[in-house]
DNA sequence: TCTATGACTCCGG
DNA sequence: CCCGGAGCCATAG
C-alpha cells in the first residue's frame, strides 16, 4: 500500500474533479486512469475512501446509475439523499436520467 | 507467494 | 432490458 502514487489516491483524485450534481462510473474512472479491467478495483477504492471527507464517493454509481454502493455508507439510505440533495432523483436505487447526470472525466 | 474478495463489466441467451 | 456465467485486477490476510 504506500507507494508514491497509489492507484487509490488516483482514483480519489478523479472523484474530487466530479461537479456537484453529476456523477460517474467506475468504469470511466479506470478508463481515465488507463486501467479500463480494473473497475472492481476502483470501487474497492472508494470502499477505502469513505474515511476521506473530500470524495465525494457518493457521486460514484455502476454503469447503470445504480447505487450499488449505498450498503457501504452509513446507513442504507444514506448515499440516495445525498444525491437527491444534488438535485437527482433516485427511485429503486437507480438514478433518473443517467445519461444526463453522468460526467465524464476525460471532458 | 498464494488465495480470497469485491462499491464492476462484458458477453451470450 | 433481465439473467446467469466468466473475466479482470489491485488489495488484504
Same mark, same amino acid.
Given at each position: 500500500?504506500?507507494?508514491?502514487? /497509489?492507484?487509490?489516491?488516483?482514483?480519489?483524485?478523479?472523484?474530487?474533479? @466530479?461537479?456537484? $450534481? &453529476?456523477?460517474?462510473?467506475? !468504469?470511466?474512472?479506470?478508463?481515465?486512469?488507463?486501467?479500463?479491467?480494473?473497475?472492481?478495483?476502483?470501487?474497492?477504492?472508494?470502499?477505502?475512501?469513505?474515511?476521506?471527507? /473530500?470524495?465525494?464517493?457518493?457521486?460514484?454509481?455502476?454503469?447503470?446509475? @445504480?447505487?450499488? $454502493? &449505498?450498503?457501504?455508507?452509513? !446507513?442504507?439510505?444514506?448515499?440516495?439523499?445525498?444525491?437527491?440533495?444534488?438535485?437527482?432523483?433516485?427511485?429503486?436505487?437507480?438514478?433518473?436520467?443517467?445519461?444526463?447526470?453522468?460526467?465524464?472525466?476525460?471532458?
Amino acid at each position: 500500500m504506500a507507494q508514491q502514487h /497509489d492507484f487509490f489516491e488516483r482514483v480519489y483524485e478523479v472523484v474530487r474533479q @466530479v461537479p456537484y $450534481g &453529476k456523477v460517474t462510473t467506475y !468504469g470511466a474512472i479506470a478508463l481515465y486512469l488507463g486501467a479500463a479491467r480494473s473497475a472492481r478495483t476502483v470501487g474497492y477504492a472508494m470502499n477505502a475512501a469513505h474515511a476521506l471527507i /473530500d470524495v465525494p464517493a457518493h457521486r460514484v454509481v455502476n454503469r447503470k446509475g @445504480v447505487l450499488t $454502493g &449505498k450498503h457501504h455508507f452509513g !446507513g442504507i439510505n444514506t448515499m440516495q439523499q445525498l444525491l437527491e440533495s444534488e438535485g437527482h432523483t433516485v427511485i429503486d436505487d437507480q438514478i433518473q436520467d443517467f445519461d444526463t447526470a453522468l460526467w465524464n472525466p476525460n471532458e
